[in-house]
Nanobody, 126 residues
Framework: QLQLVESGGGLVQPGESLRLSCAAS????????IGWFRQAPGKEREGVSC????????NYTDSVKGRFTISRDNAKNTVSLQMNSLKPEDTAVYFC???????????????????WGQGTQVTVSS
C-alpha cells in the first residue's frame, strides 16, 4: 500500500515562504497523480493544488493562485508545494494524497483520493 509522508511545515511570518514535500516509500510516486489539501481548525478540508502523474496538468484553488507552485521530481520520488507570500489564512494542516489507480488526472476533490499522508502543520503568524 502506498504510504505518503509530508514534511516542510513550520511557523513563519506573513509574506514568508515554505516548501512542503510529499514523499513515498516502496512505490514510484511518478506513477500517481498527487493532490495537496489543507484543513484549518473548524473548517472542512479543501483542495489546494494537484498535479497529474505526467506533470502536464496542474491546478490551484483561487486563493493560492500566483503564490503556490506544485512540482514533481520523479528522481527524488517527491512532489513539492512551494508556498510564497504566505498569509495568516494559509494556516492549516497540509496533506498530500494519491488515488488508488494510475490515471493522468488532476483532481481537486478529496473524493478522488485514497491514500493520505499524516499531514504537516503550517502556521503563518506575526
Amino acid at each position: 500500500q502506498l504510504q505518503l509522508v509530508e514534511s516542510g511545515g513550520g511557523l513563519v511570518q506573513p509574506g514568508e515562504s515554505l516548501r512542503l514535500s510529499c514523499a513515498a516509500s516502496a512505490f514510484p510516486l511518478g506513477d500517481y497523480s498527487i493532490g495537496w489539501f489543507r484543513q484549518a481548525p473548524g473548517k472542512e478540508r479543501e483542495g489546494v493544488s494537484c498535479i497529474s502523474s505526467s506533470g502536464g496538468s496542474t491546478n490551484y484553488t483561487d486563493s493560492v493562485k500566483g503564490r503556490f507552485t506544485i512540482s514533481r521530481d520523479n528522481a527524488k520520488n517527491t512532489v513539492s508545494l512551494q508556498m510564497n507570500s504566505l498569509k495568516p489564512e494559509d494556516t492549516a494542516v497540509y496533506f498530500c494524497a494519491a488515488p488508488d489507480r494510475f490515471a493522468d488526472m488532476c483532481a481537486m476533490s478529496e473524493l478522488e483520493y485514497d491514500f493520505w499522508g499524516q499531514g504537516t502543520q503550517v502556521t503563518v503568524s506575526s
